[in-house]
């Protein structure tokens, strides 16, 4: 019997305490004050191409590479919480010749909205590598949210003949860094 009290007292006690323990008044006010900030990383174009790719039937040719479809603005969710995006290019020449190299955000109308240009030197025998990071905020956001195609133009400037044999490549390859606010 004296086991069954002590177990009966040690139960009341436990429950006396539960009454006397400290609490506060909950705030369910501060969902209203909820922010998400992700950040998104994705890889957009990239190419190579070999230095006799510029030469069609003989003869030296610039390249333009078609106007990709570039959509994600269609989306509301991109339009109405990206607060900034970063874009990173990088273009790596290993032929013997310089290059401009031109990307253009076009609009629905195929219309240039923005363009970014990158000189390209010639391949002496050490890396050659061209990075360019764009930022876009602002009034440049908007414009980036109204893009609809990208096309690229590389143009090969005077130098060295370029045969079907002549060695190295173009290689490009670009991405988007996405910030967002959510609220």
Same mark, same amino acid.
């Given at each position: 019997m004296n086991q069954y009290h002590s177990v009966k007292t040690i139960g009341l006690l436990l429950v006396t305490m539960l009454f006397f323990s400290c609490s506060s008044d909950l705030d369910f006010n501060q969902a209203n004050d909820f922010k998400l900030e992700p950040v998104?990383?994705?890889?957009?174009?990239?190419?190579?191409?070999?230095?006799?790719?510029?030469?069609?039937?003989?003869?030296?040719? !610039?390249?333009?590479?078609?106007?990709?479809?570039?959509?994600?603005?269609?989306?509301?969710?991109?339009?109405?919480?990206?607060?900034?995006?970063?874009?990173?290019?990088?273009?790596?020449?290993?032929?013997?010749?310089?290059?401009?190299?031109?990307?253009?955000?076009?609009?629905?109308?195929?219309?240039?909205?923005? !363009?970014?240009?990158?000189?390209?030197?010639?391949?002496?025998?050490?890396?050659?590598?061209?990075?360019?990071?764009?930022?876009?905020?602002?009034?440049?956001?908007?414009?980036?949210?109204s893009t609809r195609r990208m096309s690229f133009v590389l143009t090969m400037k005077a130098g060295p003949v370029l045969d079907t044999s002549s060695p190295g490549s173009l290689k490009f390859t670009s991405s988007a860094t996405a910030y967002f606010l959510i609220e």
């Amino acid at each position: 019997m004296n086991q069954y009290h002590s177990v009966k007292t040690i139960g009341l006690l436990l429950v006396t305490m539960l009454f006397f323990s400290c609490s506060s008044d909950l705030d369910f006010n501060q969902a209203n004050d909820f922010k998400l900030e992700p950040v998104f990383i994705a890889n957009l174009t990239s190419f190579d191409i070999p230095a006799n790719q510029f030469i069609e039937n003989g003869v030296e040719q !610039n390249i333009s590479v078609e106007a990709q479809e570039f959509d994600v603005f269609r989306d509301s969710f991109f339009r109405k919480n990206l607060r900034r995006a970063d874009f990173l290019f990088e273009i790596n020449n290993t032929i013997n010749r310089s290059y401009t190299f031109d990307i253009f955000f076009l609009d629905r109308n195929d219309q240039a909205l923005f !363009n970014i240009h990158f000189d390209v030197p010639v391949y002496t025998g050490t890396k050659n590598e061209v990075t360019r990071k764009v930022e876009f905020k602002n009034a440049n956001l908007d414009l980036l949210k109204s893009t609809r195609r990208m096309s690229f133009v590389l143009t090969m400037k005077a130098g060295p003949v370029l045969d079907t044999s002549s060695p190295g490549s173009l290689k490009f390859t670009s991405s988007a860094t996405a910030y967002f606010l959510i609220e």
